[in-house]
């Protein structure tokens, strides 16, 4: 039972497999990503980038500012 399932799954994939490479072979003409694609994701990472940089170095955030070692704590009052 189980051999007909395994044959009939391999014969599928073979199938698949000449499909995908006649696809791949075949010439398509250009869309919207093969003419766009490469400028839209250069443009897109240099604003992350140019974001990313300004607000590192303008908007006046103290990195890395710990107050461990600075603040000392007060004396205990009790009344």
């Known amino acids: 039972m189980m051999f007909p399932l395994v044959r009939n799954a391999l014969s599928s994939l073979r199938i698949r497999r000449i499909q995908q490479i ?3 072979h075949s010439k398509h003409s250009p869309d ?3 003419k ?3 400028i839209l994701l250069a443009s897109g990472t240099s604003f992350c980038l140019v974001t990313w940089v300004f607000l590192v170095t303008q908007i006046g955030i103290q990195w890395g500012r710990s107050p461990v070692g600075r603040v000392t704590p007060q004396e205990w009052n009790e009344e």
């Open 32 to 34: 919207f990503h093969d």
């Open 22 to 24: 006649r696809q791949s």
């Open 36 to 38: 766009y694609g490469d």
